[in-house]
């Protein structure tokens, strides 16, 4: 009997425990992706419906501090530096806290972002930027059911982050520096490549097996755009030169090399550089 008893107890539970019920959350989680111009915004957040209530001025009450959607606090990512209102936000992650009124909301980009509803005690000291935008308000045949965050107005340079709900939209301007980014590639690939670019293509032409001749010249032009060549910038152009035929060059770089890697406690290019110039009949 007693074993009966635990078999059925047994099936109860794994009944119980498989009959668990998926429901649809009040308030649903939702990620926005957008890129304005070079850089990637992302805002994760949950989204509350009006349900026949009325929202601002009574479930969301004026000039009281509001998590901005539901559940867990309301986060945006910039990939890069952005402005907003004449402030420098850097790239990164923050919470957005809003204080509604009727003709205008208070904005915080918070860097605190883990918690939900609102803190418990708020700091100024984590408020990385706060403005304040206009209230525009649209005709109540036109209320909008369920909490929503858009973006609107992209250009390359900019976009509005759009706050709607029942039967008004908050428009939060965010600058991108698109523009200083584009002009400064422009710049550098104008000038050409730099000691990096040249560096690059002549140990990758070395290590693939390419013309040795043509690694040799770019990474001379490399070390000739280089104030202090490291060790390891230096042992690469030792191996290029060995490599090409200039073993006289290659002896006195990999010389230069040795002693840098000395000075940096660096025993794995120590003993690299050292067998390398006993194989060259340097040692």
């Known amino acids: 009997m007693k074993k009966v008893i635990l078999l059925i107890s047994a099936i109860l539970v794994s009944f119980i425990g498989e009959a668990q019920i998926n429901t649809p959350a009040p308030s649903p989680a939702s990620l926005l992706k957008q890129k304005v111009g070079l850089t990637d915004i992302t805002v994760d957040y949950s989204r509350p419906s009006m349900r026949g209530r009325t929202i601002f001025g009574d479930l969301v009450p004026y000039d009281k501090l509001w998590r901005t ?18 402030q420098d936000l850097k790239a990164g992650t923050y919470a957005i806290f809003t204080k509604p009124g009727q003709s205008s909301w208070e904005v915080f980009f918070y860097t605190d972002t883990e918690g939900g509803g609102v803190p418990s005690t ?7 930027a706060k403005l304040t935008a206009p209230v525009v308000n649209f005709p109540k045949e036109m209320a909008i059911e369920t909490f929503t965050i858009m973006f609107d107005d992209l250009t390359d340079n900019s976009a509005n982050l759009g706050l709607l709900w029942e039967t008004v939209y908050v428009p939060i301007k965010i600058n991108v520096g698109t523009d200083k980014v584009v002009m400064d590639n422009i710049d550098r690939v104008m000038k050409g490549p730099d000691a990096g670019d040249y560096y690059a293509a002549a140990v990758y032409y070395m290590n693939s097996g390419k013309d040795i001749s043509k690694a040799k010249e770019w990474m001379d032009k490399a070390m000739s755009m280089t104030d202090n060549p490291a060790y390891w910038q ?20 990999a010389k230069k090399s ?11 290019y120590v003993k690299l550089n050292t067998d390398s110039l006993k194989e060259w009949g340097a040692m």
Do not use: P
């Open 69 to 86: 959607g539901a559940n867990a606090y309301t986060k945006i990512t910039f990939s890069d530096d952005v402005s907003i209102d004449g």
């Open 122 to 128: 708020w700091d100024d000291s984590k408020v990385a």
């Open 234 to 253: 230096l042992r690469q152009q030792s191996l290029i030169q060995a490599k090409s035929g200039d073993k006289k060059g290659a002896i006195a770089t």
């Open 258 to 268: 040795l002693a840098k890697a000395k000075e940096a406690g660096n025993d794995d």
